[in-house]
């Protein structure tokens, strides 16, 4: 252990997120929705009743301040555990100690950063102790708790989502910063609001982020007899490219992507263009996006424009060919037509219905007259039998059956009157007439 001494100037060189901590509720910016007055959260802290539960959100929004609030306010021993650095050795250890506290009366409440990132058998590790008492675990996460967090587990914590911050918070904890004395309230900092209010709508909704590009910002500005002046010019490199919250392998990726699909189903080329690029800027592998175009061109367009399948697949070459940045107008002119295309999702719903099919009934055997008889063998057993060729007649079509016999009443393709499917659906509907005129 760390010993202080009177010379120690860490809290002075530690960084301005970390100084401005606030050490109550009173100070706590954000996350109204859980504590506010009067709402669940503030009550349990306030109370000193909480139980094990899970912070699940953004960084910067809150969760480890909210568990160092709760060491400072809870009547028990308060131990701080990150999953980046700890194992099952230092897991079992700490849960000893808290069940020799138990047996004394001590409540231990045990405050897990990340705790995603421990993998299923570290995660088994707390369960015993949670479910008899032994801890109060308070695991914090970027991640959605469902995918990240044992089952068996979860059902024993309740837990809480956190907020990105609104930026008028954020405004709130940087002026706080300005005037504090552990921040920047003893160096008159001059910052005109609009500057502020830049650093907020730079931040995207974290707190530390915030708080980090204003210390940047001050460390940069211009020192003079009469304090430090920040210059737009200064503040300009400091937030010279946002830092978008994008986890190529995390929740935020399948919102993302989610949100792409979803826009150019309803049509709509502007959102459809901005999901788009906030997953390009993030990093994502335009190919990642060419790939997920080409499937919605035959899932959501399907023969209502089959173009859009060949705009799609050239979209992947163009990605291919270029990479980026150039190939970013590129997917741009993709998703733009995708979103015009006149949509029909038929042949994804025949693709389905017949996978079920597929997957839920017998295999029946090919007819006899479609099969193949290559073989004297072959045809002696009657393979090919009754085979009727289609060109033979002047109509290009027979009466020949083609399914199962058992499944011959299936109908997978149903297709709709959306742009050039029309067309199908009229021809389809007279080919269907024409073998029932028999």
Not at 33 to 49: A, N, P, S, V, Y
């Amino acid at each position: 252990m760390e010993q202080m001494t009177l010379f120690d100037d860490r809290k002075l060189t530690a960084p301005l997120a970390s100084r401005l901590r606030p050490d109550s509720l009173e100070y706590f910016v954000g996350q109204e929705h859980l504590l506010g007055k009067g709402k669940m959260l503030r009550q349990l802290i306030e109370r000193d009743q909480i139980s094990s539960m899970i912070f699940w959100g953004p960084p910067g929004v809150g969760k480890t301040t909210l568990a160092s609030i709760i060491a400072g306010q809870t009547k028990a021993d308060f131990i701080n555990f990150s999953a980046v650095t700890s194992g099952i050795k230092e897991i079992k250890e700490v849960m000893n100690q808290a069940e020799n506290s138990r047996r004394m009366g001590i409540r231990t409440v045990l405050f897990v950063d990340e705790i995603h990132r421990f993998n299923k058998a570290q995660q088994d590790a707390f369960l015993p102790f949670v479910e008899k008492g032994s801890i109060i675990l308070i695991g914090a996460t970027t991640e959605n708790p469902s995918f990240e967090v044992n089952a068996a587990l979860l059902s024993r914590c309740r837990v809480f989502v956190l907020k990105a911050l609104e930026e008028k918070d954020l405004v709130k904890l940087l002026n706080n910063a300005l005037v504090h004395p552990s921040g920047f309230g003893n160096q008159n900092v001059q910052i005109t609001p609009e500057q502020v209010q830049a650093i907020a709508a730079f931040a995207n909704g974290d707190a530390r982020t915030a708080l980090n590009t204003l210390e940047m910002a001050v460390t940069n500005g211009e020192i003079s007899a009469q304090g430090i002046t920040i210059t737009n010019e200064g503040l300009a490199q400091c937030i010279s490219k946002k830092s978008l919250l994008y986890d190529k392998n995390g929740e935020e990726h399948y919102n993302l992507i989610s949100a792409l699909h979803k826009s150019m189903r309803n049509s709509d080329p502007d959102a459809a263009i901005y999901w788009m690029m906030r997953m390009l800027e993030g990093g994502e592998n335009p190919l990642y996006i060419a790939r997920r175009l080409i499937r919605f061109a035959s899932e959501d367009v399907g023969m209502a424009d089959s173009h859009a399948l060949q705009v799609a697949v050239a979209a992947y070459q163009a990605c291919h060919f270029l990479g980026m940045p150039e190939c970013d107008v590129h997917l741009t002119h993709a998703v733009t037509y995708l979103s015009l295309a006149p949509k029909s999702n038929a042949l994804y719903m025949a693709c389905e219905a017949c996978k079920k099919d597929v997957r839920e009934l017998r295999a029946e055997p090919v007819p006899l007259q479609i099969r193949n008889a290559p073989t004297q063998l072959m045809k002696e057993l009657q393979y090919g039998k009754g085979y009727e060729y289609a060109h033979d007649t002047e109509e290009k079509l027979t009466h020949m059956q083609c399914m199962p016999k058992s499944l011959s009443d299936r109908e997978y393709y149903h297709p709709t009157t959306q742009g050039e499917e029309k067309k199908a659906k009229e021809r389809l509907e007279a080919i269907q007439e024409w073998k029932r005129g028999r």
